[in-house]
């Protein structure tokens, strides 16, 4: 399930269709139901048992996703995307902020529980993460999110930073592995998702040692009413 284009520029298209909009919905409340029955009975899971919990059938269900574990990565991609939507946007105030401290706000708000969907998100996460030890096509599914993420990341560190292709690729690299270390090391453990060992913490302090020797990210991020696209 691909989370981004990866080289074409980004175009204006419609509004999706009805139907669209409907098999998103389909897709992202399977996601749900076997997101949470991973994270409750582990790897051992059936694809028919997702498909029987989120009310559709079994040919529906694999009219959707070829296998089991194909079946999370819609809803894994909504929580890795959040961040890079948002550092994308505009920066809001007078004053922006530099490329670095807009990657570590930005990654922060993804990862700090905003409500109870957002906390229960992350809980799936961690559920899912401690299963993936006896499901290798699980673990698959996690670092093929994560790649598209970080190939999405890409182009709004270029546009952002102006740098060349080395310094934006290792930027991509840092940034998208601090969060996903992050999350990891939280899910190993039992710390609460707002404590000081949560997920939001954690990355703050791998984004600011993974991106410490990338000074192409001190630049300040460029004001969207002076841009000429």
């Known amino acids: 399930m691909s989370t981004a284009s990866r080289t074409a520029p980004p175009t204006r298209s419609a509004r999706p269709s009805l139907t669209e909009r409907r098999k998103a919905e389909t897709q992202l409340e399977i996601a749900r139901t076997a997101a949470a029955l991973f994270a409750e009975r582990g790897a051992g899971v059936t694809a028919e048992e997702i498909a029987r919990a989120a009310g559709v059938a079994p040919r529906t269900f694999y009219r959707y996703f070829r296998t089991k574990e194909d079946a999370v990565a819609p809803l894994l991609a909504v929580g890795v995307r959040r961040w890079i939507d948002d550092l994308a946007g505009p920066a809001a105030g007078p004053h922006p902020p530099s490329v670095r401290e807009a990657l570590e706000r930005a990654a922060r708000r993804a990862l700090t529980p905003a409500g109870p969907e957002a906390e229960e998100a992350l809980r ?106």
């Not at 993974?210 to 001190?218: I, R």
């Open 124 to 229: 799936w996460t961690r559920g899912l993460l401690r299963a993936m030890p006896g499901d290798p096509a699980l673990r698959a599914v996690w670092h093929r999110v994560h790649h598209e993420s970080e190939e999405a990341l890409i182009p709004v560190l270029a546009r952002l930073t102006g740098a060349g292709p080395l310094a934006v690729r290792l930027a991509a690299a840092a940034a998208n592995t601090a969060l996903r270390v992050a999350v990891e090391v939280w899910a190993a453990g039992d710390e609460p998702a707002d404590g000081p060992q949560g997920p939001a913490e954690l990355v703050t302090r791998g984004m600011r040692a993974l991106t410490a020797g990338l000074p192409e990210l001190d630049g300040r991020r460029p004001d969207p009413a002076t841009r000429r696209d």
